[in-house]
């Protein structure tokens, strides 16, 4: 159980704000792109072969750097790898908007995944540690970009692109990055590290950050030698932790139950809810024939019904406990799909506006027990390593997920109309869903902090 003394709530707030803010800036990033490949392609005269790696390498140098995280945080204390994390990643930012050919933007993007893969996991158990008792009621709020922000990343891109060109994709993000930077030196905390000065472990590193990079970019992009690869890096590095005391990615974490519990949540949610936010965007494109900015607007009702629910989350944690909650969240978030397993029958539009605002409260709801189980049996000097563990396992779920669910919807087309396709790929998303209820009924029946 940790032991951090509590910080009073507005100065709690103020750093929750700053690290929100850095929230945004990672995830805005990562899918803000997504709408403006087309026309970097054709301003740089490169084929979107060679400019679909814009995206690519944002993601691979992020996946790269969340193994380190721990160790660096351990080592220099939270506040310093923020900051050159948030300076990093606005850098990277600045030149890309500069970049003058495919190449160039490709080796941009790689400081900036760097800066950003730091970002969310060392924010994260920067809070948690300060936080202490009250992180079960503040963590919705902290949560929150996390839904947010991939809905108004895309709508963002198509506003920028269309009335500006793509380079304000990156221009337009640099003021909020200087911002958050300028904050975030006045306001967070620099307390001296009070984690073990461990040596850093150079072979688990070469096995970790590689083999995660590799099997997270094989999977999203279907390149099977890069995620088998991927894998026996990753297996490697389970024998070498098993075997190092001092392994970048601790694995004795995973001795405690609460932390254990919760990692196996955080793994399933992000195999089966969280991966179907990509086959959304596509029905409504590829099926109602959206553009990318009516994409964005049709899926509004998934964010705001996770956005009532993560700022009333600290209050229903209190009331109903982390058990009765995760399990509630995982049965909105079915019921909400449900509607769209149904697509071949072309169910109307509002019965899928409010099945997305009912899936969005299911996942609000999943999303703060698992964050105070995970963190809250923990001493507080084992937070940093957790957060890294935590964010390397969303990581993988969420990409096996999606892998699975556009190998079924690849399949599906070349035999059945789009819409019957998109219904079956839904319904083997609720499958998914239905084995996230087993992790579930473990959830301790009371909040630990």
Request: aromatic letters at 8%.
């Amino acid at each position: 159980m940790t032991t951090a003394v509590a910080r009073p709530d507005a100065a709690l707030w103020r750093l929750g704000g700053v690290l929100i803010m850095g929230a945004v800036l990672s995830i805005l990033d990562a899918t803000i792109v997504t709408v403006g490949i087309d026309a970097i392609a054709r301003d740089l005269g490169s084929s979107l072969t060679t400019v679909q790696w814009v995206a690519s390498a944002y993601l691979l140098a992020a996946s790269a750097a969340i193994p380190l995280s721990g160790w660096l945080t351990d080592r220099f204390g939270g506040r310093a790898v923020w900051l050159t994390a948030v300076a990093i990643f606005t850098a990277g930012t600045l030149l890309c908007g500069f970049a003058w050919s495919a190449p160039a933007l490709i080796a941009f993007r790689v400081l900036h995944g760097l800066g950003g893969g730091l970002m969310q996991p060392v924010g994260q158990a920067v809070f948690a540690q300060e936080a202490g008792p009250a992180l079960g009621r503040m963590i919705g709020v902290i949560t929150l970009p996390a839904t947010v922000a991939p809905v108004l990343g895309p709508l963002l891109g198509g506003a920028l692109v269309a009335d500006f060109g793509w380079r304000w994709m990156f221009f337009g993000i640099v003021p909020l990055g200087v911002a958050t930077f300028c904050f975030a030196r006045r306001l967070l905390p620099a307390p001296v590290p009070d984690g073990a000065r461990e040596p850093l472990d150079i072979r688990g590193i070469l096995l970790l950050s590689p083999g995660l990079g590799a099997f997270v970019y094989g999977l999203a992009e279907g390149v099977v030698i890069a995620w088998v690869a991927g894998a026996a890096l990753l297996l490697a590095y389970g024998v070498h932790a098993a075997r190092t005391p001092s392994a970048v990615l601790d694995l004795k974490l995973f001795r405690d139950k609460g932390f254990a519990v919760a990692s196996a949540s955080t793994f399933l949610l992000g195999a089966s809810l969280y991966s179907s936010m990509l086959v959304l965007p596509l029905y409504y494109q590829q099926v109602e024939q959206a553009s990318a900015l009516q994409a964005g607007l049709l899926l509004a009702p998934q964010a705001l019904g996770s956005a009532a629910v993560l700022l009333a989350g600290g209050r229903l944690l209190a009331r109903f406990g982390p058990r009765r909650m995760m399990l509630a969240g995982i049965g909105l978030s079915m019921l909400g799909t449900l509607a769209f397993t149904q697509l071949g029958a072309a169910p109307g539009g509002v019965v899928l506006t409010l099945s997305l605002l009912i899936r969005g409260a299911g996942l609000g709801a999943a999303t703060t027990p698992g964050m105070t189980t995970l963190y809250g049996s923990l001493e507080r000097s084992r937070i940093p390593r957790a957060a890294s563990a935590f964010n390397v396992i969303n990581r993988i779920g969420g990409s096996l997920g999606t892998a699975l669910l556009a190998a079924v919807l690849h399949h599906e087309l070349t035999d059945t109309a789009a819409p019957t396709a998109f219904g079956t790929t839904f319904t083997w998303a609720l499958l998914l869903s239905a084995l996230t209820l087993v992790p579930a009924a473990f959830f301790p029946r009371r909040s630990t902090r």
